[in-house]
């Protein structure tokens, strides 16, 4: 009752006519089945089901039911989850079926939890302007989980804090911040977590934490004081609960959950959500333009992404600021139709000939777009945030400081300890049944703490990653010879500033820094290690100063949990990062060639550290041959494929022939297989090749080209889209460092002009908003929020690449730029931007 009052209120409008509005609203807002398989109505998407809980990383945030409410993926996790605030590494339910019953506007899904034996069944019906969603048990759950299986859908925080919230008639506010009540209950209580991880460290009490209720009633009424993020959610049978899951992990969210009933089978639970659709909403163009700008001669077109109930305006306007600080127009130019490209509507606005230098916006109807400037310069520094700012800050084992400010400490004082048997991982590693070293479960290998990069928002060292990373940086450096120098890295002091330069260009710093972990690893080991990471999940989701991961003290098994040694040298704390060790001769060989190349970089800057990768270079060359002459040969299409590259490393680096001739066998054919994501080993082999090698290469330079053109009918951007659980900025690196290269060797073929579709795509030019994925770069509104380890301050590293625009099924691009925590959005990687480095290098060499 107070509900319906309360939609009266907000009309403001007379009796009779909210009973005329009402009708026809109700009308309008009714939601559908479509043919993609959800619940739709203009403003309104319920999907249930169509991304499941697979992502390798269990609860991402990214499936169950989720709400799509006026553009933005405002809902998520809808389930029969077993807590109050599910995390990460929480056990997800397995969704083994899906059907969709037309007739009935149902969808039906069992969820199933295998650790548990137990199975329930959820039926989401289109019910009015709403769905119905029923909870079904053939079996009462299981004793275990009576009063921890429970209905839960999460709500994104960043949309719902400081919004209102009405229970039952009282009223409330969404915290911006959590300050919420929670109580500790025995561990033995708690469900277990996925591979028995514990995500908590119960400093010894024997107990976790569990949050409180911030409210709980049979009605809710979320946001009424805002329609387009307004949902009413009422319970027949049983209460309603509001939880902060902010309160256990900094990416939880706002959880709506009914807990389900003990002891009873059938119809056990039934929610009826209506979100608000608001009347005659029709989305908010999205000009997509590059907001580093354009110099002059680049064509400059800008994509509008429009809501298919939006009608394509004839014209758009090009406006130009004068010196007085005054606007006028330009240029008028012809909105051409691109078409449908899942959800939206594409058109094209091209303003190519506006060529005078100056500052400009775009004026499509009623919308402005930010200011961005065409002038000559505006590439220069697209990589001076990455070289100068991202890269030394995921310097490992150093202490990084910049100004006033310390990025962090000197992490993992205590080094690394040899990783157990038979131990799986939470980061995606295990270590086998042996150890492939002379080391014993659990004993220090000593030597390991120097140098290496924090692989991404998290702070191991991958070695695969690492071992690329050294590879980009070799390759800067030959290619593109970069004399920068504006960071101070100090090896014997173990300490990096931030602008103050040191005189040694900071490429050969990073190749120096990365090599010295890898070459330790070589040496000490034996062999590579897969990777250096935390033996605990409760230090793995470090947010804050990596030297406070681990206390800096070597484990002692002598002392209590949480003991220190009186001489203050060792601790009872297990906190200590742990080496896997199995040996992996494909990553060996792949080691071979790193380190060959930066034996080549290192010579007559370090020349000790030179020779010690190449006498490594040599070594595990060889005794990886050997180990692979041994094995049946790996014929999956990734292991030809890393073949190709490496045989080329190896012989650019030892000149024999028959690493020359591997490659070629490798090459031609990988090239027939997929001439898009082999092209690039291709060129990289030009300058080592003769002419016949050149010419032999260009039909397939040709069939790339063709490959571009093709883009341009597959979506409105031009560019390979990536619809994976990861989104596409590698590729998009990937295919403008392609371009760049091709069309260096064979600019009849591919015209360099083809690379400005990756810096536009990369700057601004893509679906759901236009803010540059690259923080901080040059760009008038870079993305504002990013996956580092800053993450839980809402902030951003500068230079860091997003991978962006993720894809959810059926039909929905998305990049968060209020909430940081998907990786598969927001995170930078080390591999990923140092591939930047590359990319904007070659990209600033082709545009002068
Ligand atoms: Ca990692
Ligand atoms: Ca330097
Ligand atoms: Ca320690």
Redesign the pocket.
Known sequence: MIIRELFKHLKSITTLTVLFFSLSHAYAQELKLNDLEYFETQGVNVLVYSNLFTGGFNDEKNAGIELIHHGVRTAQGGAVRLSNTPEQWDLVPEIPTRKVDRASKSIESILRYKDYDFDSRVIVTAKGNGVEISVYLDKPIPKELEGSAGFNLEFLPSQYWGKAYIVDGRYNRFPRYVVGNSVARPNNEKPKQFKGYKTYDDRGTGKFIDPLPLERGRAFLLAPDEPSRLVKITSQDVDLMLFDGRVLAQNGWFVVRSILPSGKTGKVLTWTIEPNAIKGWVREPNIGFSQVGYIPKQPKVAVIELDKKDKPLANASLYKMDNDGSAREVFSGKIVSWGDYYKYHYVKFDFTSVTAPGIYYIQYGNFKTNDFLIENSVYDKITDATSDIWIPIHMNHMFVNEAYRVWHGEPFKEGYLQAPPNTDHFDLHAQGPTTDTKYKALELIPGLNVGGFFDAGDFDIETGANISVVQNFVQTWEYFKPLR?????DQKQRYVDLHR??G???VL?FIEHGTLNLVAQAEIVGHMTQTLSNAVLDNYHHLGDAASITDGLPYNPNLGPYEKAKDGRSSGVKDDMWAFTNRNPRLDLFAATMFAASSRALKGYNDDLSARALVQSKRLLKEATELLAAKPEDNSPWGASANVGTNLQLFVATGEKQYLDKFQELLWPALDRNVNTTLLTALNAVPHMDASFKEKLRPYVVKYADYIKGLEKENPYGVPIVLGNWAGSGAILNFGTTICFASQYFPDVVAPSEAFKATNWLFGCHPYHNYSLVATVGATRPKAVFYGNNRADFSFIPGNVAPGILFRKPDHFENYDDWPFLWGQNEGTIAGNTNYLIFGSAFRNLVK
Do not use: E, K, L
């Open positions: 120098d504006q960071t101070f890295v330069p040191d040694i260009p900071d710093q």
